[in-house]
């Protein structure tokens, strides 16, 4: 309701109810809301510094929701000014070069501190920015990382001290930023590898190869250019793909998967076997998790898979094998 901005209608819409209400009843007790601040911002020569407080009161409802039904809910920036790891480039300036949207960037995170102040640790976190790019990119380095990320979390903690704050990794999530070890936050990693069986034939990638990905398997076998030269993913190279972030959670530092999921066009026999070993790996480390997303082309509802089973569900067609397979892996409370 607020992952991007829409021209014929600012403001995005109300968050649904009913979505906290199945999340409760199948024992859900997470969610991540991604988010444009372009939503709550009014545009003032361009730079939406002016913030809509009827965009932020539906923001507090849908925690509001949450909070009712036992839920937590992690706000996050998907997309922030000078920053989205889709089509950064409509931006009108860069967050880690330009000072001013470093400080936009920091005065909209004050507003949602604001805003949901009334709300514990347990009711609510904040996750700064989604899936930063890779290092050396459009200017981003590790001390540019921690700049930013020190400046957003300095402006929360003005208003909540102890607030509950989560970086995404470096390299789209995928890396370890370990130039925020010092800052107090949690990390959040995600669970897209391999891509050829995620991501296969995802047209928003802008990856012509996907669409050539030969239909996936699991496990997976990569042939490259060389016939002999096989890479095999399989749940032990899946342990070891997460092996810095159980290192970094040796450190004391909290780890969670912010997103994981397999996109509709894998069939689905294959995203089963492949999301039951990798939540097995999240169950051995103790990781919390979000799928992307409840609704759509990754989701227990109305994801379109071509041969998945579905049961009708208050207008929605769901997934009931993958239903059930999430919730034979829900994390422990607390």
């Given at each position: 309701e607020k992952f991007a901005w829409k021209p014929v209608r600012p403001g995005g819409g109300r968050f649904s109810e009913w979505d906290f209400d199945f999340m409760a009843e199948h024992g859900f007790r997470f969610a991540r809301l991604p988010m444009d601040y372009r939503l709550w911002t009014r545009d003032l020569d361009g730079a939406r510094r002016e913030v809509d407080e009827g965009v932020l009161a539906e923001i507090l409802q849908a925690v509001e929701l949450a909070r009712q039904r036992g839920i937590h809910i992690c706000l996050n920036m998907h997309r922030a000014p000078g920053y989205c790891v889709n089509k950064p480039e409509i931006e009108p300036y860069s967050l880690w070069i330009d000072p001013s949207a470093q400080e936009n960037f920091?005065?909209?995170?004050?507003?949602l501190a604001e805003a949901v102040k009334s709300f514990s640790n347990d009711e609510c976190s904040l996750d700064l920015l989604?899936?930063?790019?890779?290092?050396?990119?459009?200017?981003?380095t590790p001390q540019v990382h921690r700049q930013v990320m020190q400046l957003a979390a300095q402006a929360i903690r003005q208003v909540t001290p102890d607030r509950l704050i989560i970086c995404d990794g470096g390299n789209v999530g995928t890396t370890p930023a370990l130039e925020l070890l010092d800052l107090g936050v949690a990390q959040s990693?995600?669970?897209?590898?391999?891509?050829q069986i995620t991501h296969y034939r995802a047209t928003w990638l802008n990856l012509p190869e996907a669409f050539v990905w030969p239909e996936p398997a699991w496990p997976l076998k990569i042939v490259g250019e060389d016939p002999a030269a096989v890479v095999v993913w399989d749940k032990d190279r899946l342990r070891e793909h997460y092996r810095p972030w159980v290192e970094l959670a040796g450190r004391g530092i909290g780890v969670h998967v912010g997103e994981f999921g397999v996109h509709h066009h894998t069939p689905p026999e294959v995203a089963y076997a492949f999301l039951e070993d990798l939540l097995s790996i999240f169950d051995e480390n103790g990781w919390g998790w979000a799928l992307?997303?409840?609704?759509?082309?990754?989701?227990?509802?109305?994801?379109?898979r071509p041969g998945v089973k579905t049961d009708k569900c208050r207008g929605h067609q769901l997934d009931r094998q993958m239903l059930d397979l999430l919730k034979s892996h829900l994390p422990a409370a607390g």
């Amino acid at each position: 309701e607020k992952f991007a901005w829409k021209p014929v209608r600012p403001g995005g819409g109300r968050f649904s109810e009913w979505d906290f209400d199945f999340m409760a009843e199948h024992g859900f007790r997470f969610a991540r809301l991604p988010m444009d601040y372009r939503l709550w911002t009014r545009d003032l020569d361009g730079a939406r510094r002016e913030v809509d407080e009827g965009v932020l009161a539906e923001i507090l409802q849908a925690v509001e929701l949450a909070r009712q039904r036992g839920i937590h809910i992690c706000l996050n920036m998907h997309r922030a000014p000078g920053y989205c790891v889709n089509k950064p480039e409509i931006e009108p300036y860069s967050l880690w070069i330009d000072p001013s949207a470093q400080e936009n960037f920091a005065r909209h995170w004050r507003a949602l501190a604001e805003a949901v102040k009334s709300f514990s640790n347990d009711e609510c976190s904040l996750d700064l920015l989604n899936e930063p790019p890779g290092y050396g990119v459009g200017g981003f380095t590790p001390q540019v990382h921690r700049q930013v990320m020190q400046l957003a979390a300095q402006a929360i903690r003005q208003v909540t001290p102890d607030r509950l704050i989560i970086c995404d990794g470096g390299n789209v999530g995928t890396t370890p930023a370990l130039e925020l070890l010092d800052l107090g936050v949690a990390q959040s990693t995600r669970g897209y590898a391999p891509w050829q069986i995620t991501h296969y034939r995802a047209t928003w990638l802008n990856l012509p190869e996907a669409f050539v990905w030969p239909e996936p398997a699991w496990p997976l076998k990569i042939v490259g250019e060389d016939p002999a030269a096989v890479v095999v993913w399989d749940k032990d190279r899946l342990r070891e793909h997460y092996r810095p972030w159980v290192e970094l959670a040796g450190r004391g530092i909290g780890v969670h998967v912010g997103e994981f999921g397999v996109h509709h066009h894998t069939p689905p026999e294959v995203a089963y076997a492949f999301l039951e070993d990798l939540l097995s790996i999240f169950d051995e480390n103790g990781w919390g998790w979000a799928l992307w997303n409840l609704r759509g082309a990754f989701g227990v509802l109305d994801s379109g898979r071509p041969g998945v089973k579905t049961d009708k569900c208050r207008g929605h067609q769901l997934d009931r094998q993958m239903l059930d397979l999430l919730k034979s892996h829900l994390p422990a409370a607390g």
